[in-house]
């Protein structure tokens, strides 16, 4: 784990691409309208048999300010009345589907996120998860849970980290994304360091068992020392966990980037520089890669599971809950539960008008074949093993890889002539010099991508 990463700029430049992020596969992108409320129910009633247990995520969308960069469900608003009738619809979706599972199904994982989840009050928090206890099994105990709200820190005090923690809330994601106030201005989003350090220090003397802080490289007006300057700072404060996205300026497909200026963001290169060096800042002090842009200090458990081989991967990101069904509450969000995803309506009102109506706001899922389970248990351990066993595989799925595979498999040699990977004859193993790259290796393992997509051309 010491070499987890070796940068290799030519290797990057070669293979690097934008492709999807596998909190799923397949992913949303193939969604369709065939998926129904009757088969999530169907869906429940098999969870409910098995005894599976469950990982909760509810979607609060509203936010204060919009800013710029953000491609997520949202609703911008200075109202804060607004959350009233939209809670009253997800508390109605919370009772609906809790009646259909089973009273011993214990709630693993809980987050919360938006959108910002604290635009809610104090009383509206408390009211949501004594909803949520009414209808699920929530644990009581505060070690084996691992129940999380995503923090704005200029919606948030040391009163609300209280309340937060009396709830039973034992981690925390702090979107910080920039400290430079020039290049805040650009994507609309004014915070101060005193504003993040103040959450932190409450989710510290709060005993939080973990706290993640996000970046984002490749925003307007960055440049190579000011987000460097923005890692040291956040290195000060010590989180458990870091995340690094990479900023994909995609305005034909998000609305709020058109306020982004083109001429501001930095070039390629620029971006490239500015990830080799936080990469740098990051192991000198004494983070391991994860993968896919997440870093943890070493004793944190995704890095432990990582390292004892139990790391997964789902709709939350990076976890340790991976074997959970998945429910997601509120507009817009997913449901993975066994071999189906489904999600809720994207549009405010279309969820709130079903829920009005007692009805379940599903619109859109898939229901996975073979051929899917077998991609995405390869996606799977590539995302978080950077490896694969052949021999395992192949007893799990009943195939031969190489003949299954027999179309990717002269792209897979060319990768493993170019040291992004070793292909030998009982598995994958991505080296250190491909780890930054391993999307692209599972991209094609990705049956639904343009052949030019996973081709990395």
């Known amino acids: ?110 987050h919360i996120g938006g959108g910002t989840p604290t635009f809610l009050n104090h009383t509206e928090l408390r009211q949501l998860m004594k909803t949520l206890r009414g209808h699920f099994h929530l644990l009581e105990d505060d070690s084996s849970g691992d129940y999380s709200i995503e923090i704005d820190p200029r919606e948030a005090d040391w009163s609300t980290m209280g309340l937060l923690r009396e709830l039973g809330f034992n981690r925390v994601s702090l979107g910080v994304q920039a400290l430079d106030p020039d290049v805040q201005r650009a994507v609309n989003r004014l915070q101060t360091l005193e504003q993040t350090r103040t959450i932190v220090d409450a989710a510290r003397t709060l005993q939080y068992r973990s706290i993640n802080i996000d970046l984002i490289y490749g925003l307007p007006r960055q440049n190579t020392a000011r987000f460097s300057s923005t890692v040291n700072a956040i290195l000060d404060m010590q989180p458990e966990r870091i995340s690094l996205y990479n900023y994909a300026h995609r305005p034909d497909r998000f609305p709020g980037q058109r306020r982004i200026q083109t001429q501001d963001l930095p ?102 074949n073979a051929d899917d389970l077998l991609r995405r248990d390869i996606i799977q351990r590539l995302i978080c093993h950077f490896e694969l066993d052949f021999a395992s595989l192949e007893q799990a799925h009943d195939i031969r890889m190489p003949e299954y595979f027999a179309d990717i498999w002269p792209r897979l040699q060319a990768m493993h002539q170019d040291g992004l990977l070793a292909l030998e004859p009982q598995g994958i193993q991505i080296l250190p010099a491909g780890r930054l790259l391993v999307r692209s290796v599972c991209m094609l393992f990705d049956r639904y991508l343009e052949p030019t997509l996973a081709c990395g051309h």
């Open 1 to 110: 784990m010491l070499d987890a990463i070796r940068w290799d700029p030519e290797l990057i430049r070669r293979y690097d691409q934008a492709g999807p992020r596998y909190p799923s596969y397949p992913t949303a992108s193939q969604f369709h309208s065939g998926i129904g409320s009757f088969d999530l129910l169907h869906a429940l009633r098999t969870s409910r048999r098995e005894n599976r247990p469950l990982s909760l995520y509810l979607h609060i969308p509203f936010c204060a300010n919009a800013c710029y960069y953000c491609p997520r469900t949202k609703v911008v608003t200075k109202d804060r009345s607004c959350s009233q009738p939209y809670l009253k619809h997800l508390e109605r979706e919370i009772a609906l589907l809790g009646c259909h599972l089973g009273a011993n199904q214990q709630v693993e994982q809980l």
């Open 267 to 368: 070039s390629p290169d620029e971006k490239l520089e500015m990830l080799h060096n936080a990469i740098e800042q990051l192991t000198a002090a004494g983070y391991r890669y994860v993968g896919l842009d997440h870093f943890a200090l070493p004793d944190d458990e995704l890095a432990m599971a990582q390292e004892d081989g139990f790391l997964q991967r789902n709709f939350q990101g990076y976890t340790t809950h991976g074997h959970c069904d998945v429910i997601g509450l509120g507009v817009s969000a997913i449901s993975q539960v066994g071999s189906l995803y489904c999600q809720n309506d994207s549009d405010l009102a279309g969820y709130q008008h079903s829920l009005a109506n007692d009805q379940l706001a599903t619109v859109r899922g898939l229901h996975c």
